[in-house]
């Protein structure tokens, strides 16, 4: 049985998907490592990687929910009964409830400087020491928890409403002003002496300074930042329509994550070398560099104040998706309640998440493997959960669904793809795994070891 839920339009779906897929590493982390990594010829680079892998992968999930009209978990279980196969979608799942949970974090610190770049404007601050801000911010016991909560109450505010009157209606404003925000930002940053320095640190191919280590990067980032390898993106295609066509929302969806990389950077670094400062990756670059950067220019806490709820608004498009495929799931074999269950599921993200949120301050002596509580989850969510439910779902796509569905399901709503159907499934069963498999491998630093 499938669920009531239903995106209102194509429009809203890819909307959706996309703003699931733009987080705050397309924004700040892409940019940053396309300038050190050759330019204009590692975003090639990404958009060939992102076209063969991140754009097969996309499809296949779409498929899948598309297909089944139901959410991760129920989508497999649909699809292989009496297998282990829906343990895909229980990892996909768990992926996203880890992910949200210091995820938040971050939302919470941006949610933070809003309130400081506010209070700037109004004249209760004086001039702001950036760096010293920032290490208050992160190692603030009390407000920082305080700032998660609210990043994740205006999550599951959104969430519970439901998918049209929640998720979509809110994405139908937040991406376009998402764009809006970008241009105002380009053009400010373009009229600044010496920008072009910027853009040529940005976008000047220069193939010598590609490395081994950056292609991997871009074969990486090709599937990470397309929200692909966690079942986002099946529980969102479950809610579109049999009429619809897959392929023109999931090429949309790449053109529109490839675009927002090239915005953020066209934003960023003019700005930031025409006033001498050096590109930084990392929260460095958000909460240190362009705040110092901003507020050299005129109106520039203006801007700054902009920037923060670009930013902003691409992290709560992202959490939206990774807190729905979790109350999907739960959700599932009764339609109603979801607000509650939201509300539940949310709670439980925000307490999970408090160590991660504790762990530049009171429990900053507690380490993994040499690494902060933060960064341990991040690194299993990145380094293994993703690559492993990546390749998990090319496998199931490619070897396990019937190869009629597929291509029934790809050319539906539309004419002359059997072509484009053959290219796919060879591409999710010989290559993607393939490429999943390097990627993971080098996650795990195992080739720096040999």
Same mark, same amino acid.
Request: glycine share 8%.
């Given at each position: 049985? %499938?669920?009531?839920? %239903?995106?209102?339009?194509?429009?809203?779906?890819?909307?959706?998907?996309?703003?699931?897929?733009?987080?705050?590493?397309?924004?700040?982390?892409?940019?940053? #490592?396309?300038?050190?990594?050759?330019?204009?010829?590692?975003?090639?680079?990404?958009?060939?990687?992102?076209?063969?892998?991140?754009?097969?992968?996309?499809?296949?999930?779409?498929?899948?929910?598309?297909?089944?009209?139901?959410?991760?978990?129920?989508?497999?279980?649909?699809?292989?009964?009496?297998?282990?196969?829906?343990?895909?979608?229980?990892?996909?799942?768990?992926?996203?409830?880890?992910?949200?949970?210091?995820?938040?974090?971050?939302?919470?610190?941006?949610?933070?400087?809003?309130?400081?770049?506010?209070?700037?404007?109004?004249?209760?601050?004086?001039?702001? *020491?950036?760096?010293?801000?920032?290490?208050?911010? #992160?190692?603030? /016991?009390?407000?920082?928890?305080?700032?998660?909560?609210?990043?994740?109450?205006?999550?599951?505010?959104?969430?519970?409403?439901?998918? %049209?009157?929640?998720?979509?209606?809110?994405?139908?404003?937040?991406?376009?002003?998402?764009?809006?925000?970008?241009?105002?930002?380009?053009?400010?940053?373009?009229?600044?002496?010496?920008?072009?320095?910027?853009?040529?640190?940005?976008?000047?191919?220069?193939?010598?300074?590609?490395?081994?280590?950056?292609?991997?990067?871009?074969?990486?980032?090709?599937?990470?930042?397309?929200?692909?390898?966690?079942?986002?993106? #099946?529980?969102?295609?479950?809610?579109?329509?049999?009429?619809?066509?897959?392929?023109?929302?999931?090429?949309?969806?790449?053109?529109?994550?490839?675009?927002?990389?090239?915005?953020?950077?066209?934003?960023?670094?003019?700005?930031?070398?025409?006033?001498?400062?050096?590109?930084?990756?990392?929260? =460095?670059?958000?909460?240190?560099?362009?705040?110092? #950067?901003?507020? /050299?220019?005129?109106?520039?806490?203006?801007?700054?104040?902009?920037?923060?709820?670009?930013?902003?608004?691409?992290?709560?498009?992202?959490?939206?998706?990774?807190?729905? $495929?979790?109350?999907?799931?739960?959700?599932?074999?009764?339609?109603?309640?979801?607000?509650?269950?939201?509300?539940? $599921? =949310?709670?439980?993200?925000?307490?999970?998440?408090?160590?991660?949120?504790?762990?530049?301050?009171?429990?900053?002596?507690?380490?993994?493997?040499?690494?902060?509580?933060?960064?341990?989850?991040?690194?299993?969510?990145?380094?293994?959960?993703?690559?492993?439910?990546?390749?998990?779902?090319?496998?199931?796509?490619?070897?396990?669904?019937?190869?009629?569905?597929?291509?029934?399901?790809?050319? %539906?709503?539309?004419?002359?793809?059997?072509?484009?159907?053959?290219?796919?499934?060879?591409?999710?069963?010989?290559?993607?795994?393939?490429?999943?498999?390097?990627?993971?491998? *080098?996650?795990?630093?195992?080739?720096?070891?040999?």
């Amino acid at each position: 049985m %499938q669920h009531d839920e %239903q995106w209102s339009s194509k429009i809203g779906f890819i909307l959706a998907s996309a703003g699931s897929a733009i987080g705050l590493g397309a924004i700040w982390k892409l940019p940053y #490592v396309t300038g050190v990594s050759g330019g204009g010829a590692f975003i090639l680079l990404f958009l060939i990687f992102s076209l063969l892998i991140g754009f097969p992968l996309l499809l296949g999930e779409f498929v899948i929910g598309r297909s089944t009209g139901k959410e991760a978990i129920s989508a497999y279980k649909a699809i292989a009964p009496k297998s282990k196969w829906h343990w895909i979608g229980y990892l996909g799942v768990f992926t996203c409830f880890l992910l949200l949970s210091f995820y938040s974090v971050i939302g919470g610190w941006i949610i933070k400087y809003l309130y400081y770049n506010i209070s700037d404007i109004v004249g209760a601050q004086g001039s702001v *020491d950036y760096e010293s801000l920032f290490g208050t911010t #992160v190692s603030s /016991q009390v407000s920082v928890v305080i700032s998660q909560a609210i990043f994740l109450i205006i999550t599951i505010m959104v969430v519970a409403r439901g998918v %049209q009157a929640g998720i979509e209606k809110i994405s139908k404003i937040m991406m376009p002003a998402l764009f809006i925000l970008f241009i105002i930002l380009i053009i400010r940053s373009l009229t600044l002496n010496n920008a072009m320095e910027g853009v040529s640190f940005f976008l000047k191919p220069d193939f010598s300074s590609l490395t081994s280590e950056s292609v991997l990067y871009a074969m990486g980032q090709s599937f990470f930042s397309l929200s692909v390898g966690v079942s986002v993106m #099946v529980t969102y295609s479950s809610y579109l329509s049999k009429k619809e066509n897959l392929l023109q929302p999931a090429l949309s969806v790449v053109i529109m994550n490839l675009f927002i990389s090239l915005l953020a950077g066209l934003a960023i670094f003019p700005a930031v070398f025409s006033l001498g400062f050096e590109p930084t990756a990392g929260p =460095g670059l958000l909460f240190i560099v362009l705040p110092s #950067v901003f507020d /050299q220019i005129i109106f520039g806490k203006w801007f700054l104040l902009l920037f923060l709820a670009l930013f902003l608004f691409a992290t709560l498009t992202s959490a939206f998706s990774m807190l729905e $495929i979790v109350v999907a799931a739960v959700n599932s074999k009764k339609g109603k309640g979801r607000g509650s269950k939201a509300w539940m $599921i =949310g709670t439980a993200i925000f307490i999970v998440g408090i160590p991660s949120a504790l762990s530049f301050s009171t429990l900053s002596d507690i380490s993994f493997f040499g690494k902060s509580i933060f960064d341990s989850a991040d690194f299993l969510v990145s380094n293994i959960l993703m690559p492993t439910g990546a390749f998990l779902i090319s496998i199931f796509v490619s070897f396990k669904m019937k190869k009629d569905l597929l291509r029934s399901e790809l050319i %539906q709503g539309s004419k002359g793809f059997h072509l484009i159907f053959t290219v796919w499934f060879l591409l999710m069963r010989y290559v993607v795994p393939l490429v999943i498999l390097i990627v993971f491998i *080098d996650s795990l630093g195992i080739f720096k070891k040999m």
